[in-house]
C-alpha cells in the first residue's frame, strides 16, 4: 500500500508523456468532436432559442461517444508488447495501475472539453462565461466518472474477441445515467437564469466514488489471465 | 554482471494444474527446481512450457496446486520472491526511449538509485550508446537486449526465460548465450523455455519435457539431456 500513491505517479507520467509525445488519443477525440459540433450545427438554427435546450444534450452525447474512442487504446497498447505483464510484475498493488490510467484518462478528456467548450459556445449561442466555474466541475465529475468506468471497462473488453465493439457498447449503456444527469445540471447552467442543480451534482459526485470502489475491490480480477 | 545482491531461491510447483476454459493446459505438474540451477524446458508448441513459466512469474493464477519458492537460508520468503520474467514479447514500450523505460521499472520496483543502475544496465547490455533511441527503431536484437535489463533491475533470484533467443540472429543467440551463462555462473536460478539445441541450451543443467501439459521426461545429465531437447523439435 506503501507504494500505491508513488507507483500510480510514475505510471501516470508514463501515460501523459507518451500520448504527449504520439498525441493520437487527444487528435482523434477533438477532431470527432469538432466533427459532432460542427454537422450539427448545420442542421439547427444555432441562433434560435431551442439550441439551449437541445445543445446541453448534444454537447454530452459527442463527449460520451468520443470518450469511447478515447478509452478503446487504453489496454490494447498494453497488450502489443505484453507491457501490461510487465507493469503487473513491477507495482506493489494492480490498483496503482487502474488509478494512474483513470488519472490520464479523466486528464485527457477534460482538456478536450475545456478546449471545444469555447467553439460549442460561438456556434450554439450559448454564454458560458458566468458559469464557467460550475460548467469545469460538472465537466470534472462527469469525466473522471466516464474515465473510472470506462477503463475498468477497457481492461475487461481488451481481453475479448470483439475487443473494439465491445467497450461501446458494455460503455454507453452504464454511463446513461452519467449523460442524463451532466445534460440535465449542464441545462440549468445554460438556461436564461442560470441555477445549480445540486442533486445532479451530489450524483456524479457518488458515481465516482461507487465505482472507483468497486475498481479498487475487484480491478486485480480485471487483470488476471 | 553485478555481483548478486540475493540468495538463493528455488522453486516448487506442487501439482499445478491450469485450465483455460475447457483447455486443461497444464496437468499435474510437480517441480522442485534447486537454488542456484539453470533448467530447459523442452516441448512442441501448445505443450504449456508458456503458461507453466506465466504461472511461476505469479502472471497466471493456476487452477489447482502450489507455487512456492524456497529460501534454504532464511526459510520460505514467498512474497520477498519477485522473479525476473523475459518473454517472447519484450515487455517494453516502443513510445519510449531504452532509458525511460529503464527508469520506468526501476521506479516502480522502488530500485535504490535507478538512474545509477539503469546506468549500469545499459552498459552491461551494450546499449549505453542509443539509450536516448526510442525502442521502437530497435532491431529485435536490441530490443531483447532492453527486454532483459529490464528483468534484471531488481537483481531477481529467479529468472524465467520463455523462448529468449525467438528472433534473434546467430549474433544475438551468441551475445544472449553469454549473458545467460554469466547469470547462471552469478548464482541465479534460472527457468527457460527452448526449442531444440542450441547455444543456450547447452548451459543448461537440467532439461524437463513437458507434453501436453504434463511433465514426460526430467534429466539432469548425460545423454538422455540431449535428446529431451531435440525432441521436442520432432
Same mark, same amino acid.
Given at each position: ?34 466533427? *459532432? ?41 498494453? +497488450? ?78 481488451? +481481453? ?49 466514488? *461507487? ?15 | 554482471?553485478? =555481483?548478486?545482491?540475493?540468495? =538463493? ?62 529460501? =534454504? ?96 540472429? =546467430? ?64
Amino acid at each position: 500500500m506503501s507504494l500505491l500513491l508513488p507507483n500510480t505517479a510514475v505510471l501516470l507520467g508514463k501515460e501523459l508523456r507518451t500520448e504527449f509525445r504520439s498525441r493520437e488519443l487527444l487528435t482523434t477525440t477533438i477532431v470527432f468532436i469538432l466533427i *459532432v459540433i460542427v454537422l450539427f450545427s448545420f442542421t439547427f438554427d444555432p441562433t434560435s432559442d431551442e439550441s439551449r435546450r437541445f445543445a446541453p444534450g448534444l454537447l454530452w452525447l459527442a463527449f460520451l461517444f468520443a470518450s469511447s474512442l478515447m478509452l478503446q487504446p487504453c489496454f490494447l497498447r498494453e +497488450q502489443r508488447n505484453d507491457t501490461l505483464s510487465a507493469l503487473r510484475l513491477s507495482v506493489s498493488d494492480p490498483f496503482g495501475i487502474f488509478l494512474a490510467k483513470v488519472a490520464a484518462n479523466a486528464i485527457f478528456l477534460l482538456l478536450t472539453e475545456l478546449l471545444l467548450l469555447p467553439l460549442f459556445a460561438l456556434m450554439y449561442n450559448v454564454p458560458v462565461g458566468a458559469v464557467l466555474h460550475w460548467l469545469v466541475l460538472v465537466f470534472f465529475l462527469a469525466s473522471l466518472g466516464i474515465s473510472i468506468a470506462g477503463t475498468a471497462l477497457s481492461a475487461i473488453s481488451a +481481453q475479448a474477441r470483439m475487443r473494439e465493439l465491445l467497450l461501446p457498447l458494455l460503455m454507453l449503456p452504464l454511463l446513461t445515467p452519467i449523460l442524463v444527469v451532466s445534460t440535465e445540471v449542464s441545462r440549468a447552467l445554460f438556461d436564461r437564469a442560470p441555477y445549480v442543480k445540486w442533486k445532479g451534482i451530489g450524483f456524479l459526485a457518488v458515481f465516482d466514488v *461507487v465505482f472507483l470502489t468497486a475498481l479498487w475491490l475487484f480491478g486485480e480480477y480485471l487483470l488476471e489471465e | 554482471m553485478t =555481483p548478486p545482491a540475493f540468495s =538463493p531461491v528455488g522453486l516448487l510447483f506442487e501439482k499445478i494444474d491450469k485450465r483455460y476454459g475447457g483447455l486443461l493446459a497444464l496437468r499435474g505438474v510437480s517441480l522442485a527446481i534447486a537454488p542456484g540451477e539453470c533448467a530447459v524446458l523442452a516441448g512442441r508448441n501448445g505443450s504449456g512450457k508458456t503458461t507453466l513459466l506465466r504461472v511461476a512469474a505469479r502472471l497466471v493464477r493456476p487452477s489447482a496446486g502450489s507455487l512456492r519458492f524456497s529460501n =534454504p537460508s532464511r526459510g520460505d520468503e514467498e512474497s520477498a520472491v519477485r522473479p525476473g520474467f523475459v518473454a517472447h514479447a519484450t515487455m517494453v514500450y516502443d513510445e519510449l526511449t531504452a532509458e525511460e523505460n529503464l527508469l520506468l521499472f526501476a521506479r516502480l520496483q522502488a530500485v535504490a538509485q535507478p538512474e545509477h543502475r539503469v546506468e549500469a544496465l545499459l552498459e552491461e547490455v551494450g546499449l549505453a550508446d542509443r539509450r536516448r533511441s526510442l525502442v521502437g527503431t530497435f532491431s529485435r536484437g536490441m530490443r531483447q537486449r532492453v527486454a532483459i535489463a529490464r528483468a534484471l533491475l531488481h537483481e531477481p533470484a529467479v529468472l524465467l526465460l520463455d523462448e529468449p533467443a525467438t528472433g534473434l540472429d =546467430p549474433q544475438g543467440v551468441t551475445w544472449l548465450a553469454e549473458a545467460i551463462r554469466r547469470l547462471r555462473d552469478s548464482g541465479r536460478t534460472i527457468l527457460m523455455s527452448l526449442h531444440g539445441e542450441s547455444e543456450i541450451s547447452s548451459l543448461g543443467t537440467r532439461a524437463i519435457r513437458l507434453d501436453a501439459g504434463s511433465v514426460v521426461a526430467d534429466t539432469r545429465t548425460g545423454g538422455t539431456f540431449r535428446s529431451i531437447l531435440t525432441f521436442a523439435d520432432a
